[in-house]
């Protein structure tokens, strides 16, 4: 359950809050950004696949 939470709640949180506040402060380096760029990436491309393999799947609800 704590890794469930992790995953959904905090790690995109702390991402939403970390990247802007430090580049809003004029602390944003190229590698940072370019970090949260490769980062977001992956992680939509992971939730693309994610879901077209559970759509592939999926067989419908009612009877």
């Known amino acids: 359950?704590?890794?469930r939470i992790g995953f959904t709640f905090l790690v995109p949180?702390?991402?939403a809050v970390t990247v802007p506040a430090t580049a809003l402060t004029g602390r944003l380096s190229g590698w940072?950004?370019?970090g949260a760029v490769a980062?977001?990436?992956v992680l939509v491309t992971f939730t693309?696949?994610?879901w077209?393999?559970?759509l592939r799947n999926y067989s419908?609800?009612?009877a």
């Open 48 to 50: 693309r696949l994610f």
């Open 52 to 54: 077209r393999r559970g």
């Open 1 to 3: 359950a704590w890794l």
């Open 60 to 62: 419908g609800a009612s």
């Open 13 to 15: 949180l702390g991402f």
């Open 39 to 41: 980062f977001s990436t």
């Open 32 to 34: 940072l950004l370019l």
